[in-house]
């Protein structure tokens, strides 16, 4: 009788040997080769199993060696990175066996914040730690969890981590889905970063990337040595299908090893990194052929068999879709089952509206449409600046507002009133990193944020921690902020002012914004009668030595429950009952 067989894909470290389990259904032989024999192409050959793979255990190989797959398909040797590998010495080199548990996580029992609560600050580890000429890794990113701590933010959501080509990218092309960026650190520096989020109270969110893979340095890329079509062989589309604005690298989410090799993919991050959340790039492309037309029923399957597992087990995890055509089946739990996804008509109606030159231009009624939700609010995330809308040609909001003088008054203003709207709407809200200081600069991985504004510019962080503190209601007056209901109760695009009425079932705030360069009386309907106190007024001189300290008092709402307020110039103020 055979010994028993360990169960898995991959690489798995046994009590002094090593387990290789990988899928090459037309190979005609697999072995391992790696630093435990001297690299040889054929002591250690694989015995095939049923449905196309191989296993094999190696007696001293263990973790930290170095390994490749010999396959041989018509007499051709093939030597292949482990497309399970956790672990790599970097995108064209060997696979490193990596023991998956061996990991001290401290007890780490971090509860993920209810979805109405969450703070997204959207981050790429390269960028926002880099030096120049370093692209930055996690270790250094850990370091300003303290800084993102103090800003209120309660969710990192990080840019891809799968290691990619080269040492510089936005991580949106992974070479091997499974390895953690040498660059970044390798595996155990994102479990340490995790780790450290939670212990300061931040969940984190990862960006996964399922529509292509690559298309560079690639070892997926016709694995086994068979190929249809002259295309990507067996973890690939060999038709029409195949192709997607990235490469032609579109996985055949129709082959069940395929399937499962995406959806093991998904949910190791969840389970082995704990991380709190994911966010699927450009899901338009893995549920239809070209973005339009042809769908694809079983890239619908995948995305709700993956999100459903997730939901099913860990409730409290967020998952995101970014789809940006705003299709309610991407939230349905017949159609794709996200929690929810990214609202492209809420920034583009919002940049919009504060990047206009001229104030008669601005649409009060444009703003009005995005900022009451239809159905539920937290199945859509909020935001002004992401790292698509502020990236190739286009810019961050200071600069498209003020491209001559992106620290001036106008552009201070008006970004800051963007995002107080996006702090102060219903949705899950997510600042894009550098925006709490005004960052200029367009996104570029090769380009570190500019680290002197934060200090320059703390008085805009400090609006923007106080914005983030209500929107949470640390302080306990703005619970409203909180809520699910928005009642808009003005829009006036003739003097470009407007309100609404953020609610809980049982508290209530009041936000009131004035999109015009000069100051207006403001008359608004309120929730109840009594004495308003004013939380929030963006253009408090505190916050920069260019604004006008504009005064916005507290009010008295009587019977019917209306009150008149002064509000400043491109300023966003709120009110809580006293």
């Known amino acids: 009788m055979s010994e028993p067989r360990t169960m898995g894909v991959g690489s798995i470290p046994l009590e002094g040997r090593t387990a290789f389990r990988v899928w090459a259904p037309h190979a005609e032989s697999v072995a391992v080769a790696g630093s435990f024999n001297a690299w040889s192409p054929d002591r250690h050959r694989l015995e095939r199993e049923d449905a196309g793979h191989w296993y094999g255990e190696v007696e001293g190989a263990g973790p930290g060696d170095e390994y490749k797959y010999v396959i041989t398909t018509n007499g051709e040797q093939l030597h292949r990175v482990d497309p399970r590998a956790r672990e790599v010495t970097n995108s064209v080199g060997n696979g490193v066996i990596y023991d998956r548990d061996a990991f001290d996580w401290h007890g780490d029992s971090f509860a993920t914040p209810d979805h109405h609560e969450l703070v997204i600050y959207e981050t790429h580890i390269g960028s926002f730690v880099a030096q120049e000429g370093d692209p930055g890794d996690i270790a250094t990113m850990a370091s300003r969890l303290g800084y993102l701590k103090s800003l209120g933010i309660n969710a990192i959501e990080l840019m891809p981590v799968a290691e990619f080509a080269g040492d510089y990218s936005w991580g949106y092309n992974p070479a091997h889905p499974f390895a953690v960026e040498s660059t970044y650190g390798g595996p155990d520096r994102l479990k340490a970063f995790v780790r450290e989020a939670h212990q300061h109270g931040i969940a984190v969110i990862l960006d996964v990337v399922l529509n292509h893979f690559g298309p560079s340095d690639l070892s997926l890329w016709q694995f086994d040595g068979a190929s249809d079509n002259g295309k990507g062989g067996i973890y690939f589309y060999q038709d029409d299908r195949s192709h997607t604005p990235w490469g032609d690298t579109r996985p055949d989410y129709g082959r069940e090893e395929v399937r499962q090799y995406c959806r093991d993919n998904a949910l190791m ?46 409730p409290s995890k967020l998952l995101i879709a970014e789809d940006l055509q705003n299709d309610p089946a991407l939230t349905s739990l017949d159609g794709a089952a996200f929690n929810a996804q990214w609202d492209a008509g809420f920034v583009h109606t919002l940049r919009a509206l504060v990047t206009t030159p001229d104030d008669a231009a601005r649409s009060m009624h444009d703003l009005a449409g995005v900022v009451a939700p239809r159905g539920n609010p937290w199945e859509r995330v909020i935001y002004s600046e992401s790292h698509d809308e502020v990236a190739n040609g286009k810019f961050r909001v200071p600069h498209e507002i003020d491209p001559a003088d992106p620290s001036g008054w106008p552009a201070q203003k008006r970004a800051t009133l963007a995002t107080a709207i996006a702090l102060t709407s219903a949705g899950i809200p997510m600042l894009f990193q550098g925006q709490e200081f005004l960052e200029d600069e367009w996104f570029r991985d090769t380009v570190p944020l500019d680290w002197e504004r934060a200090e320059s510019f703390r008085d805009i962080v400090r609006l923007v921690r106080d914005l983030v503190s209500l929107r949470r209601n640390l302080t306990g007056t703005t619970a409203g902020l909180t809520g699910p209901h928005t009642d808009v109760t003005l829009v006036d695009d003739v003097a470009k002012t407007m309100a609404w009425v953020r609610s809980t079932d049982t508290e209530s705030a009041c936000v009131v914004v004035n999109a015009s360069a000069e100051p207006r009386e403001v008359t608004v309907g309120l929730p109840q009668p009594g004495r308003w106190a004013v939380r929030f007024n963006s253009d408090a001189a505190t916050y920069s030595a260019l604004f006008g300290g504009h005064s916005t008092l507290d009010v008295d709402a009587g019977e019917p429950a209306v009150a008149t307020l002064s509000v400043g110039p491109y300023t966003l103020v709120v009110l809580s009952p006293a």
């Open 269 to 314: 991050w969840i389970e082995e990194f704990h991380m709190d959340g994911l966010r699927f790039d450009a899901t338009l492309y893995i549920r239809t052929v070209s973005g339009v037309g042809t769908d694809i029923p079983e890239g619908w399957a995948l995305m709700r068999d993956i999100n459903l597992s997730i939901r099913q087990e860990l």
